[in-house]
């Protein structure tokens, strides 16, 4: 078993203390969120450190290793977005549009879309009897706004211009947002402070030299109980995989992009944070916007980001991030007028004592967050498209690698999408999950039996790692 180098930390035995649940972001408790600080959001110096360490230490490109179904093969069948139903269609309330029914043309691309306003004013209808909706916990809602609105609340939040979001005064209805001011930017902290500065005063260049004329939407999605999977019952087979060293997630086009969120949107990408989450807000800073929309997210939620433009390039990861250059994104538009580009932020537990993870109430959680997330907005082949993901809840999170690797696949297999994982850099574990997948696979395993696999290897204390331990029980043998 060569092939599988390196070991998990110590498991947890059944008699050990329960899996907590609290993240990053609540290190103080679900009960006092109000006293919450911006550094509660960041990884600490050394976990930087490591994140950096592994995601600049990898490979080089002759050395980057790709594996299961081609990239092309998968991405071709989603070359264009989903046709969306027309807005003038939509009665449900639950969608909100801040901008009058229109259509995207692409052979008139200088055409608007117009603010929801009164007929005798030129202003946007938002005022104390017609606010701008917040995404609440516990709802599935969506807030569809023009890229012009979004450039005009980020420049509201440039000069932190929402009161009672402050840290400082926060209200009480808003303890479980994020601060969705600038101000903590301004602090003294880190160098990439200043690099996120950079990127976001650029999109403000770009925004003002010429204001983009599409749309963008924020959706807040929860998987209704009744849709919660029984893992042990399924008998989904896996669906298709791809390996890759040598992609970051955001250069993966036609894929469900996955953000390895906080719970509160965003993380520290308004402080001195600057990994994979804070690093993809500020070079697509149309997603902030999410910050002053969203309420913390439930085990059983997600929050899409549809259509967020990028506009910068970057170089170095954590401590060493730096804007680079401009960015042109020119992927295509949906017919409402949305970058062919879907991000989805889930959140992973954080564990102190990383032997928790093991533990299935730990493990089912994840595997929820993961399914909620993969689970498609729409019906038909056209909503399947691929996931492209990673090493998600790892790194300053603890998470093992191979475990959230198998999670993943089980989530995206019940959901019934395609499977990119791009860890970028990381050849070992590319080259095991390859291995294991297809030793699964010529077995012909479900979903059902991975989920076996998982108690099993719970219940009984190995040395081995997740995967070596999957080669030691044939799956005829599993349920015996």
């Known amino acids: ?50 994140m950096y360490d592994v995601f600049m230490n990898g490979n080089k490109p002759d050395e980057i290793i790709q594996k299961g179904i081609p990239l092309d093969t998968i991405a071709s069948k989603w070359m264009q ?38 007929e005798n004013t030129d202003n946007d209808l938002w005022d104390d009897d017609h606010p701008l909706p917040l995404l609440r916990i516990g709802t599935n809602r969506s807030i569809t706004m023009s890229q012009q609105q979004v450039a005009s609340l980020l420049a509201c939040a440039f000069f932190c211009l929402f009161p009672y979001r402050s840290y400082q005064i926060r209200k009480k209805e808003y303890e479980n947002y994020q601060d969705p001011n600038f101000e903590t930017l301004y602090q003294k902290g880190p160098p990439q402070k200043i690099e996120k500065l950079k990127c976001i005063l650029h999109y403000f260049r770009r925004v003002t030299q010429k204001m983009p004329n599409g749309v963008i939407t924020i959706q807040r ?32 086009n036609g894929a469900l992009q996955v953000d390895f969120a906080n719970k509160y949107i965003g993380g520290g990408v308004l402080g001195g944070g600057c990994v994979q989450e804070e690093i993809r807000f500020t070079i697509c800073p149309e997603m902030l916007v999410s910050l002053l929309l969203c309420e913390k997210m439930e085990i059983n939620e997600c929050i899409f980001l549809i259509g967020c433009e990028r506009y910068s390039s970057y170089r170095g990861y954590a401590k060493s991030f730096q804007f680079d250059e401009d960015y042109e994104d020119n992927t295509p538009r949906d017919n409402w007028g949305r970058r062919w580009c879907h991000v989805v932020a889930m959140d992973a537990i954080y564990f102190r004592n990383p032997s928790d993870q093991y533990q299935m109430k730990a493990v089912d959680r994840e595997l929820l967050k993961a ?41 995206a297999s019940e959901a019934r999408r395609p499977l990119i994982y791009a860890a970028y850099g990381d050849k070992n574990l590319i080259t095991s999950f390859s291995v294991v997948y297809d030793y699964l696979k010529n077995q012909g395993a479900t979903v059902g039996d991975l989920y076996y696999y998982l108690i099993r290897y719970y219940r009984k204390p190995h040395r081995d790692s997740l995967f070596e331990y999957i080669f030691t029980i044939p799956v005829s043998s599993l349920r015996c």
Do not use: V
């Open 81 to 118: 977005p989903p046709i969306m139903k027309s807005m003038d269609e939509i009665n449900d309330k639950n969608f909100t549009f801040t901008i009058k029914p229109w259509k995207y043309d692409s052979s008139r691309p200088n055409r608007e879309p117009k603010p929801d306003n009164n």
């Open 371 to 411: 399914y909620t997330s993969f689970s498609p907005l729409g019906k038909g082949s056209d909503y399947e498209f691929a996931i492209a993901t990673g090493n998600w809840g790892c790194g300053a999170f603890n998470g093992d690698k191979q475990l959230k690797a198998i999670i993943q696949l089980m989530a």
């Open 221 to 252: 999605f929860a998987l209704p109980t009744h849709r919660f999977p029984q893992w042990s019952d399924l008998t989904t087979g896996l669906c298709d995989l791809h390996l890759t060293t040598g992609e970051k997630i955001e250069d993966i």
């Open 1 to 50: 078993m060569g092939c599988f180098p390196g070991r998990p930390a110590a498991r947890a035995t059944p008699t050990d203390d329960k899996p907590t649940t609290s993240h990053r972001a609540t290190t103080i408790g679900e009960n006092s969120s109000r006293q919450r600080r911006q550094k509660d959001f960041e990884a600490t110096e050394e976990e930087a450190t490591e």
